[in-house]
């Protein structure tokens, strides 16, 4: 990954602003126009938030909450209706053409010409950003994604990860130092899923900024060190990883008691109390409120012998459900 480490570092498109976020976004709104008497559609309600510069940002939501407006107002695919964004400390409107070369996009749909080899398509795109001949890279890129034997390969001959890889070293094309993937393992096998973390971890090592979206909490926990959620165009949550999983404040113990319950047992302090079967309770406390000592205590008190607890930790999922209300 020599060339790309190269790259990233030789860039022309020096931060505006020493130590500006990578990414700036103020109040950031779009409304899609409605049709025919419709009223428009809010996707974005005034979004702020710095993607630091070095991480792994990770941008996560449900389906509609507006990520993909919010990417592609960065990658001027969309116009915004208000609020501002920088990128690299440069305007996204003022000072566009900068912004454009200091991020590369990976689009969540793979589209290209099947009848160009993929040395091809990273000269096109060299091309199209103006870079000379001599300063191209395509063949180190071509190295650093594992493409170098399908050089001159069609491109509708290639796998749909050999696709995706080739797809992120089109953004990579120009050298930027942020890097923006949409949803970049939608639909793609757990062996790939786990060869393109690597390369984003790789690129990452190298200096380049990563934001990605996704809706699998998993390889947002893995892979990001931060992590904001949207959730119907507005921003909810925007916190290092860990701390956004230590906020799931609810814990829900398992336990099996000697006898038949006579119903939940529910107590002061419990959040909910449920009978998984004759023999088996759950009950979800506040583990600021309580401790699982104290929740067997309760039980106990209630005349039952505990035979089995298992507990379930909070993790990303459950912060998630409570902050969105919905399943990823
Ligand atoms: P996400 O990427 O988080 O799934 P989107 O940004 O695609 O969310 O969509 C946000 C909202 O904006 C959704 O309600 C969607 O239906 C709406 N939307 C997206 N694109 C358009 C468009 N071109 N015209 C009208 N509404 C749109």
Redo the contacts with the bound molecule.
Sequence with gaps: MAGMEQQAQSTDTSNAHENAPAIAIRKLQKT?AGSKGEPG?Q?LKGVSFDVPQGGVFGLL?P???????LINILAGLVSKTGGEAEIWGFDIDSQRRNASRSIGIVPQEIVFDPFFTPYEVLENQAGFYGIPKADRRSEELLEAVRLADKRDAYARTLSGGMKRRLLIAKAMVHSPPILVLDEPTAGVDVELRKQLWELVMQLNAQGVTIVLTTHYLEEAEELCDRIAIIGNGELIANKPTQELIGMAREKIVRVSVDKELAGPVMEEGFLKAETIDARTLEITYNRDVMSAGQVLAVIQSHGYTVEDVTTREADLEDVFVSLTGSGA
């Design positions: 899609y559609k996707a939501g389906n509609g909450a507006g990520k993909s407006t």
